[in-house]
């Protein structure tokens, strides 16, 4: 598995080319909860690019357009991996116990758990 070390900051403009598939610095920054300098993102951008590699850009007249080439599973799966084996100790049940107690769960989401043990216990 890749390890990609994003920021939180690198994952909010990730976040916003997750949901729109492609975009310039410009349609980035109008789609932020938070405002940013342009050059801040069009700085930050062009770093994803080139030097961690998780998106491409294509110039398009004056612009750059930004693609993820990386999804957004293969991100979540990197930054938790790096919360268990850093943060807990290698320990599974350490993550899933600590995330249940810092949120609210539902019906629902129990039952999913269960599945999900159900279906691990059935392939040991």
Excluded: H
């Excluded at 957004?72 to 268990?84: C, G, H, N, W």
């Amino acid at each position: 598995m890749t390890d990609f070390r994003l920021t939180r900051y690198e994952l909010e403009l990730m976040d916003v080319l997750w949901n729109t598939g492609e975009g310039t610095v410009q349609t980035v920054c109008d789609a932020l909860d938070r405002q940013l300098a342009y050059t801040t993102v069009m700085t930050t951008l062009n770093l994803l690019a080139t030097k961690k590699k998780v998106l491409a850009r294509e110039k398009q007249g004056r612009a750059f357009v930004y693609r993820p080439v990386i999804s957004r599973d293969e991100a979540s799966r990197s930054i938790l991996t790096d919360l268990k084996d850093v943060l807990f100790g290698n320990r599974l049940p350490s993550v899933v116990l600590s995330l249940l107690a810092e949120s609210k769960t539902s019906s629902r989401d129990a039952i999913i758990l269960k599945e999900a043990l159900e279906k691990l216990e059935q392939q040991e």
